[in-house]
């Protein structure tokens, strides 16, 4: 597609729920990352994709988040037993990657998924 | 591990003002940095991003941010801002080489502008 799409764009979720929010990178893009912008405190790494490699999870704030690729295209993110404090705006970045030259590309990133828990 | 500072955190200028928004980077290797803008309502963009070459990097929307390693800035710039410029500015890094490519980003800084 033209751009990174996310979805859904809203969700509001009970506490203790289940989540899955979903991101459908740019055609090609090979690098897809997680981000989460809370109020006042910027944009937090989740975790990162790159082609068939082992994800960096490094940035899940706990064991209720995780997340998927498959096909090397569209991820999933899930988080498991939702808590007030994961309410934030989630967001998906996707970079294309050539050769030496996979840092020389800025990041594309989707409207994101605003997440609610009440 | 590389980290991003973002001393300004809100900004109020009046249309015509003069704008510098200051970004420092710890990082002890060859980096990539950029701005990026969220205007209201909409998704992150890129403003311009600098790899190598010329420092003073020129971006959209007439903003520039120039490189100065020994500082470990990258601060933004504008000569004179419009009312439409409000918006969060973020500020990132991440390791040009021998590293996760994994961008770091600053906290932002909000803009407003009065016109």
């Known amino acids: 597609g033209a751009g990174v799409s996310q979805s859904p764009s809203n969700k509001v979720t009970e506490k203790g729920k289940d989540v899955e929010l979903r991101c459908d990178p740019i055609?090609?893009?090979?690098?897809l990352y997680w981000y989460r912008q809370s109020l006042g405190q910027g944009l937090e790494f989740l975790i990162y994709?790159?082609?068939?490699?082992?994800?960096?999870k490094s940035g899940l704030p706990s064991d209720r988040f995780s997340a998927e690729r498959t096909g090397g295209s569209v991820s999933t993110l899930t988080i498991q037993r939702t808590q007030q404090e994961d309410s934030a705006v989630y967001l998906c970045?996707?970079?294309?990657?050539?050769?030496?030259?996979?840092?020389?590309?800025?990041?594309?990133f989707g409207s994101g998924t605003r997440l609610t828990v009440v | 591990a590389q980290s991003v500072s973002q001393h300004n955190h809100h900004v109020i200028l009046s249309e015509a003002a003069s704008l510098e928004l200051g970004c420092n980077y710890s990082?002890?290797?060859?980096?990539?940095l950029f701005w990026y803008v969220q205007y209201p309502g909409q998704h992150l963009q890129l403003l311009l991003k600098?790899?190598?070459?010329?420092?003073l990097v020129k971006g959209i929307k007439g903003f520039e941010a120039e490189f100065i390693k020994s500082k470990f800035s990258f601060n933004l710039r504008k000569p004179s801002v419009q009312w439409s410029d409000t918006a969060e500015y973020f500020c990132?890094?991440?390791?040009?080489?021998?590293?996760?490519?994994?961008?770091?980003f600053g906290r932002g800084t909000s803009l407003i502008v009065h016109p």
């Open positions: 970045a996707s970079r294309e990657a050539l050769g030496s030259m996979v840092a020389h590309y800025g990041y594309t």
């Open positions: 055609s090609g893009h090979t690098a």
């Open positions: 994709f790159q082609g068939n490699s082992a994800p960096d």
């Open positions: 990082y002890g290797g060859t980096v990539n």
């Open positions: 600098y790899f190598s070459g010329d420092p």
């Open positions: 990132a890094v991440n390791a040009a080489s021998g590293g996760s490519y994994i961008p770091t």
